[in-house]
């Protein structure tokens, strides 16, 4: 989640301060990773990639940076036309110290609780590449490859060894969403 978040919100925040033939080119490419489905795009970029760790990682940055970009950069355009950032502009600051020092920090507030919803969304992907073969390689654990393991114990009666990393998944994304509800209500802005 951390690399595309940075990736996300540097070319958001870009994007929507400068606007323009930037913004129209990064919107574009945003719309060609957004034409995919999340998952096809992803099981795609790990066949090319490998099985292993880091072309899961680096799948899922590739396609979810996107989202990131798009939350920053809505939040930039409403910023922008603000007087503040006309009074930063006019005050002779540079570019670099009005976007990194005044719009991110102003503006990556939903990026952040988006973030949480995104850590559950990608315990999904992992835990499924996992369970068809596609992710975490053996004798590296992962939730997916151990439900895959235990399936067929499972008409035996052995139900553990589904459900344990089942409901692992489970309350992992729950504690994550309810995380992500309180950090919402914590940056929400109060009138």
């Known amino acids: 989640m951390a690399a595309p978040f940075v990736i996300g919100t540097v070319i958001g925040a870009l994007s929507g301060y400068f606007g323009g033939w930037f913004d129209v080119v990064v919107m574009r490419i945003a719309d060609v990773v957004v034409a995919f489905p999340f ?20 799948a899922i ?12 950069r809505a939040e ?24 990194f020092r005044h719009l991110v920090p102003n503006v990556v507030s ?16 992992i835990v499924t590449l996992s369970y068809f073969g596609l992710g975490i390689v053996p004798p590296t654990p992962g939730w997916g490859s151990m439900m895959a393991d235990g399936q067929p ?13 089942a409901a692992a998944v489970i309350l992992t994304s729950f504690g994550l969403s309810l995380i992500g509800d309180g950090l919402a209500n914590a940056l929400r802005v109060k009138t």
């Open 153 to 165: 114990f499972f008409a035996g009666g052995y139900y553990d060894l589904m459900l344990i990393p």
């Open 110 to 125: 939903q990026a952040i609780v988006y973030a949480m919803s995104d850590i559950v969304a990608n315990i999904g992907v």
């Open 76 to 99: 930039a355009l409403v910023l922008n036309r603000t007087d503040f950032m006309d009074a930063l502009r006019v005050s002779g600051l540079g570019t670099a110290r009005i976007v």
């Open 39 to 58: 998952y096809v795009l992803v099981i795609s970029l790990v066949f090319i990639l490998g099985n292993g760790v880091g072309s899961i990682f680096a």
């Open 61 to 72: 940055s590739i396609v979810s940076w996107v989202a990131y970009a798009r939350i920053v």
